[in-house]
């Protein structure tokens, strides 16, 4: 494994020489149009690394947090990806559930981005007003990461890719618009079948609840983007990959309190995982009909919640293993 190093001491202060160079007039620094993605700090996290990358795509650096065993022998990896309210301080998958425990009897590297909730992972088309940025996730993830990912932490070029609720559709649209990146995947709680007219409405108020407006992502109504980035549309693009997906009905079950969060366990936990139960039951059904291998459990109860996704990431992991070759 390579020595992964920290800008900080005199090198920080060569980084903020260099940096102020760039902004004087007249200047050429090639910090000034970088357009080579590259990993600017790497620091200790609980357990993890957490990287500062450079996005050319998006013009800043985006966190990332790595998990991975010691020693140099090549590994596959993991990228996990958060629901809508993922935080700036650190992904859900660690804060929620215990990932790290299960990824540490690995041979295995695990890879979450860490913060922009509601970006759907994906490549929108213009910056957003209401979010200040542009998101360009999917050139990200599958293009300026993985190669670095791969290079600072051994991989060997075996990948996979989870997510829950808004990750789940967009581990889901990965595996489709980048089929030879990744050979399993698995969505819990998602909504595959995006790009239809109910689930449209439901996205672009998901995106509006984090001050996005989704036209800038995937156009306005009927642009054939959303058919494009639809995993349902496009799952002949699955055939050949290990393949997961689970839902809850949206009946309270063992995680509830509808007590002490009454709207946030009726509105989004019940109502929003009773429709993933019906969209994971019809992406199931596309699957079968197209003859495509899969594996779904939908559970007799369950809500938006994380302690459900923290069961399925059980029930799952030996499976998203064997895809990855480590079982």
Same mark, same amino acid.
């Given at each position: 494994?390579?020595?992964?190093?920290?800008?900080?001491?005199?090198?920080?202060?060569?980084?903020?020489?260099?940096?102020?160079?760039?902004?004087?007039?007249?200047?050429?620094?090639?910090?000034?149009?970088?357009?080579?993605?590259?990993?600017?700090?790497?620091?200790?996290?609980?357990?993890?690394?957490? #990287?500062?990358?450079?996005?050319?795509?998006?013009?800043?650096?985006?966190?990332?947090?790595?998990?991975?065993?010691?020693?140099?022998? !090549?590994?596959?990896?993991?990228?996990?990806?958060?629901?809508?309210?993922?935080?700036?301080?650190?992904?859900?998958?660690?804060?929620?559930?215990?990932?790290? !425990?299960?990824?540490? *009897?690995?041979?295995?590297?695990?890879?979450?981005?860490?913060?922009?909730?509601?970006?759907?992972?994906?490549?929108?088309?213009?910056?957003?007003?209401?979010?200040? !940025?542009?998101?360009?996730?999917?050139?990200?993830?599958?293009?300026?990461?993985?190669?670095?990912?791969?290079?600072?932490?051994?991989?060997?070029?075996?990948?996979?890719?989870?997510?829950?609720?808004?990750?789940?559709?967009?581990?889901?649209?990965?595996?489709?618009?980048?089929?030879?990146?990744?050979?399993?995947?698995?969505?819990?709680?998602?909504?595959?079948?995006?790009?239809?007219?109910?689930?449209? #409405?439901?996205?672009?108020?998901?995106?509006?609840?984090? *001050?996005?407006?989704?036209?800038?992502?995937?156009?306005?109504?009927?642009?054939?983007?959303?058919?494009?980035?639809?995993?349902?549309?496009?799952?002949? !693009?699955?055939?050949?990959?290990?393949?997961?997906?689970?839902?809850?009905?949206?009946?309270?079950?063992?995680?509830?309190?509808?007590?002490?969060?009454?709207?946030?366990?009726?509105?989004?936990?019940?109502?929003?995982?009773?429709?993933?139960?019906?969209?994971?039951?019809?992406?199931?059904?596309?699957?079968?009909?197209?003859?495509?291998?899969?594996?779904?459990?939908?559970?007799?109860?369950?809500?938006?919640?994380?302690?459900?996704?923290?069961?399925?990431?059980?029930?799952?992991?030996?499976?998203?293993?064997?895809?990855?070759?480590?079982?």
């Amino acid at each position: 494994m390579q020595r992964r190093r920290t800008l900080t001491g005199a090198a920080g202060a060569v980084g903020a020489s260099l940096v102020a160079l760039a902004l004087i007039p007249g200047v050429p620094s090639a910090l000034a149009d970088d357009d080579t993605a590259r990993i600017v700090s790497t620091t200790a996290f609980d357990g993890r690394e957490r #990287l500062e990358v450079w996005s050319p795509s998006m013009g800043r650096e985006i966190t990332v947090d790595v998990q991975h065993p010691a020693g140099d022998t !090549k590994r596959p990896t993991l990228y996990m990806l958060d629901g809508a309210e993922a935080h700036d301080e650190e992904s859900g998958w660690y804060a929620m559930t215990d990932l790290q !425990k299960l990824a540490a *009897g690995e041979k295995l590297t695990v890879v979450t981005p860490v913060g922009d909730p509601h970006s759907y992972y994906t490549d929108w088309r213009t910056v957003d007003p209401g979010v200040g !940025k542009k998101y360009m996730y999917e050139t990200f993830l599958t293009e300026e990461l993985p190669p670095l990912i791969d290079d600072e932490f051994d991989g060997n070029g075996r990948n996979a890719i989870a997510g829950a609720s808004m990750g789940g559709v967009a581990a889901l649209t990965l595996a489709t618009r980048r089929p030879a990146l990744y050979s399993g995947v698995a969505g819990y709680s998602d909504c595959a079948n995006i790009s239809s007219p109910q689930n449209q #409405l439901l996205t672009r108020w998901d995106v509006s609840r984090g *001050g996005g407006d989704a036209t800038n992502m995937w156009g306005p109504f009927g642009d054939p983007e959303w058919s494009a980035h639809d995993p349902y549309v496009n799952a002949e !693009k699955l055939r050949g990959k290990t393949i997961y997906m689970s839902s809850g009905n949206g009946v309270p079950g063992r995680y509830n309190n509808l007590v002490a969060d009454p709207i946030g366990e009726t509105v989004q936990g019940i109502i929003g995982e009773f429709g993933s139960w019906s969209c994971t039951g019809q992406m199931s059904n596309r699957l079968s009909r197209l003859g495509i291998p899969y594996t779904t459990n939908l559970r007799p109860s369950g809500t938006h919640k994380w302690g459900y996704w923290k069961d399925e990431l059980h029930v799952s992991w030996p499976i998203l293993m064997r895809s990855v070759g480590l079982r």
